[in-house]
Nanobody, 123 residues
Framework: QVQLVESGGGLVQAGGSLRLSCAGS????????LGWFRQAPGKERVLVAAISYGGSVTYYEDSVKGRFTISRDNAKNTVYLGMNSLRPEDTAVYYC????????????????WGQGTQVTVSS
């Protein structure tokens, strides 16, 4: 089992940058594929980016390609989401999640979730 705690959210102006972190507990953190999801008010939770357990494979949702970067440091049990050129439509609660299998794109496939961190982008 793994527990996930996100941090790094906040209020930023359009065009700005933020870096989200998600710290995981447990000695098996490196065996999980990890994803960053976001959920805006009234909308479903969607995958923004994901990374394989070794970090060699990544996935990005089309709207964030070229702006967001997912990375992980297994020695620190942490996954990151670097976000550049932020837009008002990026405003959402961002969640990290872990899955005990290969990289997944469906939220229902993920086994563990953090509590979320709010990202607000002002225009």
């Amino acid at each position: 089992q793994v527990q996930l705690v996100e941090s790094g959210g906040g209020l930023v102006q359009a065009g700005g940058s933020l870096r989200l972190s998600c710290a995981g507990s447990g000695r098996t953190f490196s065996s999980y594929a990890l994803g960053w999801f976001r959920q805006a008010p009234g909308k479903e939770r969607v995958l923004v980016a994901a990374i394989s357990y070794g970090g060699s494979v990544t996935y990005y949702e089309d709207s964030v390609k070229g702006r967001f970067t997912i990375s992980r440091d297994n020695a620190k049990n942490t996954v990151y989401l670097g976000m550049n050129s932020l837009r008002p439509e990026d405003t959402a609660v961002y969640y990290c999640a872990a899955v005990t299998s290969y990289l997944q794109t469906l939220a229902s496939r993920y086994d563990y979730w953090g509590q979320g961190t709010q990202v607000t982008v002002s225009s």
